[in-house]
């Protein structure tokens, strides 16, 4: 018992021994790295990644993926900007694009809650079309000259840059969800075991309707900021950005199997991965090397989180049967065969 208990405290740590280790090999691989201006710099590039980690994190709880957040992001980032440049009306233009990041995930939900298609065939589709509508209201053209806009993406707030200031908010509200709220506990329901938590009396419906959303409003957060940051509105941004939000909470122990993962963990994840392609830049590593890290460090943590979990029900199995337990997880007992245990005859 006390090794369990040991084991899970290693495990429940493990992502921020890594995070640390990862910091402190960056900062000798590189003397530019612990310098004030390039922690700044990380802190606003993992700022936009984080947001869309959380979301991914929400839905991979529940079970499911969106592989459109990278498109959806440009569409609602460009519409943002838009919305600015005909209203010089701020408040509005972040408002209309968090607005088309849930209504683009409100289809999403329709289908996959709904209609019950494959989360990973819908939100593929949802890509497709968020980046060819994008492209179409844009003409492929880049818009520019934003104004007061890029205060969002570029401004401080004291020694605080304001996409910074929007993370830290961002994680309250989302570590809040999750562990002090009916819906959070719902999700984590919903992803352990769907079937279950439909005869707990749990609308699993209702509870995909929400996670869709909350990622689509993070989303949406997310495109405003980019756009901000980059000073234009970029129909083509945001390509392989999906990917990154997935990888992070994976990185941070979500399990991709659903019901399991922590927004700290996340956070972590999301860092890890910021800090990883800092590094890579700062040390001279060409993008095209970053792609095959970055996907190799997604196979590696897929590939342990499936690993582990065989060996957690390896474990269980085992006891069990050192337990003299004639029915083993996975085994019928006499009260659930309607045979009584018995051959027939």
Known sequence: MLQTLKRLEVNRFSIYIILLVVIVAASFLSPNFLSSDNIFNVLRQV?????????????????????????VMA?????SVMVYKSTGNLLLAILAGI????????VNAFLVATLKTPAFIVTLGMMLMARGAVLELTQGQNILQL??????????????PIPVL???????????????TRYGRSVYAVGGNEEA????????????????????????????????????????AGVGYELQAIT????????????????????????????????????????????????????VAVAYDVFSKRGKAKTTILKSDAKGDPFPVGASSPASDPGGGRAKS
């Open 99 to 106: 607005l088309i990041g849930m209504l683009c995930n409100l």
């Open 47 to 71: 700022a936009v990644i984080t947001i869309l980690a959380f979301g991914a994190m929400t839905l991979i709880i529940g079970g499911m993926i969106d592989l459109s957040a990278g498109a």
């Open 197 to 236: 938590a439909r005869a707990a009396g749990i609308s699993v419906e209702r509870v995909k309707y929400q996670a869709f959303l909350v990622n689509g409003a993070l989303v949406g957060i997310a495109g405003v900021i980019f756009m901000s940051r980059v000073n234009a509105g970029l129909p083509n």
């Open 248 to 299: 992070a909470p994976i990185i941070g122990g979500t399990s991709f199997s659903g019901g399991v993962g922590t927004v700290m963990g996340t956070l972590a994840g999301a860092l890890i991965v910021g800090i990883l392609g800092n590094i890579m830049n700062l040390i001279g590593i060409g993008s095209y090397i970053q792609q095959i890290v970055m996907g190799a460090i997604i196979v």
């Open 147 to 160: 104004g007061d806009f890029v205060l969002v993406g570029q401004g401080n707030l004291g020694w605080l």
């Open 75 to 79: 569409f609602a980032g460009v519409v």
């Open 166 to 180: 929007v993370l830290i908010g961002v994680t309250i509200v989302i570590w809040y969800l999750m562990n002090q």
